[in-house]
């Protein structure tokens, strides 16, 4: 094991790579996949079971990823892959209603505590940019307000101050963007309440909707303070702006009704993605019945997908969402996570490595930071980046794949066994010390 931060990739994973970069813009097809933050090469991965996924040179890793947060059973699970084989016989699209469709929005109404009322799409962007329009719609103002460091997806109105992918690069807004758009997107420190009700005693009349991502899950882990969610909610419900959570990381992950649910706060209207499809690229926007009644074909707000619906998609979600509602299931998942995560903090300890750990159900953060808690972007960018290198590459090297930037949250599953989690701790414990040697 080595935990210099020059990463060990095997020639065929460069060639495989190079080629790629011939072909497609820096050789991936979203930018974080490219290892830019951390360098090196990165793993193009040919097949994943369980908790675990193999390279194409058929080296196996535990996987803390999870495909982004889809894979909240863990990858290829029987039952799903069943579902998807059996739904493939049966065509593949139709453009058309499906039952199947009426089965899925039945069980979100049922699941998510504020959705009265669902539309699905392909994409947690979809749902972000489509809840936008409407909030728009609804309220016919044309102003928006976002939180530095939250990340929902690439389309224009909010690639503003956005993390994840953008945060990595360095890049906080995008070329692209008319500044005429941006204008409409206001911006604020996350967790900073006096700056958000400055801003609506100031203009909150003139703000459609607040987007918050409720567990701040694109600037590493971040858990809103106490009270911050509800100073939200009541000042929407003053000024008359609608609330989103952007719930496409935190849905039916932190707990089976997602961050709504945790913190017991009701928005107007909620975005999901990732976990809703099962690993199929599916999203869904939904919320108060009034407010969804603006949508096309009843109200004039338009939206549309060729590919919405789609039947495969459908599947997977369903049969998805119906294995995580086994009674347990979350408290499960968060106790099996807080152990990996006091695992990883005693072992950090023992070097002498300063690590702060933050988790909610299969959602996790740790910080090469000696605060407590880390509850604001600014802490996030003080954090020791060269720490993260180290850490990522030792772990990757000995078989552990985390996400390759420091602004992720981490992901585990229900497959993650006790054996994949205390292998997990001895080998960060071994990382830990080299990094401390
Ligand atoms: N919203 C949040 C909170 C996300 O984390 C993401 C993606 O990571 C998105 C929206 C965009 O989803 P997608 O990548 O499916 O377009």
């Known amino acids: 094991m080595s935990a210099s ?5 095997s020639n065929a994973a460069q060639q495989l790579f190079e080629r790629a970069q011939k072909v497609i813009p820096g050789g991936v097809n979203s930018p974080v996949r490219a290892f830019g933050s951390v360098g090196g090469t990165p793993r193009f991965i040919a097949s994943a079971s369980g908790a675990h996924i193999t390279d194409s040179e058929g080296k196996r890793y535990i996987d803390y990823v999870g495909s982004w947060g889809p894979m909240l059973l863990g990858h290829a699970h029987p039952e ?97 963007i008319p500044a005429d758009f941006a204008k409409h997107t206001l911006t604020l420190p996350f967790n900073d309440e006096e700056a958000l009700r400055k801003l609506f005693a100031e203009r909150g009349d003139s703000i459609a909707c607040i987007i918050v991502e409720p567990i701040a899950g694109n600037m590493n882990f971040i858990e809103p303070n106490a009270g ?41 209207l909620t975005t999901l993605g990732k976990v809703i499809g099962g690993g199929m690229p599916v999203g869904a926007f939904g919320g108060r019945r009034d407010i969804m009644q603006q949508i096309a074909p009843v109200g004039p707000v338009y ?24 009674p347990g299931f979350h408290s499960e998942l968060h106790a099996k996570t807080g152990r990996l995560l006091s695992g990883l903090k005693a072992a950090a300890d023992e070097a002498g490595i300063p690590l702060c750990v933050a988790h909610a159900g299969g959602m996790f953060g740790f910080f090469f930071s000696s605060a407590d808690k880390v509850t604001s972007f600014d802490e996030v960018m003080a954090c020791n980046a060269e720490h993260f290198k180290q850490f990522f590459h030792g772990m990757l090297d000995a078989g552990v794949y985390l996400a390759p930037s420091a602004f992720e949250a981490g992901f585990s599953s229900a497959a993650h066994s006790e054996e994949d989690i205390q292998q997990t701790i001895d080998i960060a414990r071994k990382v830990f010390l080299d990094m401390a040697a």
């Not at 009541?234 to 913190?263: K, N």
């Not at 939206?303 to 119906?322: D, R, V, Y």
């Open 5 to 9: 931060t020059t990463p060990a990739s």
């Open 80 to 176: 799903v892959i069943e579902a998807v084989q059996l739904a493939a016989v049966n065509g593949l699209s139709f453009g058309a209603p499906t039952e199947l469709e009426v089965q899925m929005a039945e069980l979100i109404c049922s699941i998510v505590p504020s959705i009265e009322s669902v539309r699905m799409c392909s994409s947690g962007t979809e749902a972000t940019m489509s809840a936008i329009r409407l909030a728009r719609g609804f309220t016919g103002r044309d102003d928006i307000l976002k939180f530095e460091g939250c990340y929902h997806g690439h389309s224009d109105s909010l690639l503003v101050k956005a993390g994840s992918g953008a945060l990595t690069l360095g890049v906080p807004s995008s070329p692209g």
């Open 228 to 268: 911050y969610l509800q100073a939200m909610r009541e000042l929407c419900t003053q000024h008359g702006t609608l609330l989103i959570f952007d719930e496409v990381m935190t849905g039916f992950r932190v707990s089976l009704g997602g961050a709504q649910e945790h913190y017991g706060i009701k928005p107007d």
């Open 303 to 326: 939206q549309a997908g060729t590919l919405s619906g789609n039947p495969i998609a459908m599947c997977a979600g369903i049969k998805t969402l119906q294995l995580l509602q086994k």
